[in-house]
């Protein structure tokens, strides 16, 4: 690629660890955090949640401080039957909270929503009843995929310069 990043890319991670089907994202930020240590800002993990109760500030808090960066949102999402298991990317970023009928700011350069349920009548029991083993596999694959995509983007930064943050 002939493209290097001039900023410190910046991952947000939408969920709530306590709905197995919404977990997704703070599973992702997690690994990278964790098991990765990627050279980015992270926000959003099992301890430190972005979920519906502190989304907009972290959004605000992310255009404040991260104006130049890369954003790349990943977020559970339901969809037809036939998608679920796939991880669906976009190139406008996310809108968190669809499948409650939340109103939430658009967030992010790339969207990835990891499909993890049906769409139903009662989105919030479909997410509730997201095998967690299933959704742990679909944020492995993700974070692992992300990682991959910082590291060759990443040519710019030494790699004894940390950068993961969790705020």
């Known amino acids: 690629m002939g ?4 900023n410190i890319p910046v991952i947000v991670c939408v969920g709530s660890a306590g709905v197995s089907g919404d977990s997704l994202g703070p599973l992702v930020g997690e690994l990278l955090i964790e098991k990765y240590n990627v050279p980015a800002y992270v926000y959003g993990s099992l301890s430190r949640p972005v979920n519906g109760v502190n989304y907009e500030d972290y959004v605000e808090f992310i255009r404040r401080r991260h104006r130049g960066s890369i954003v790349i949102a990943v977020d559970a999402c339901v969809g037809e039957k036939s998608d ?3 991880v669906k990317i976009s190139s406008k970023g996310l809108t968190a909270g669809g499948a409650l009928n939340k109103n939430l700011r658009r967030v992010g350069d790339i969207g990835i929503l ?3 349920s ?3 009548d009662d989105n919030l029991m479909s997410l509730m009843s997201v095998p967690f083993m299933f959704v742990d596999g679909m944020s492995r694959e993700i974070a692992a995929k992300i990682n991959k995509l910082i590291q ?8 004894s310069n940390k950068h993961t943050t969790n705020t």
Do not use: D, I, T
Not at 152 to 159: A, E, I, K, M, T
């Open 3 to 6: 493209h290097k990043l001039k």
């Open 114 to 116: 990891g499909v993890v």
């Open 84 to 86: 679920v298991g796939k």
């Open 152 to 159: 060759r983007l990443n040519g710019v930064f030494p790699s």
């Open 118 to 120: 049906e769409k139903q």
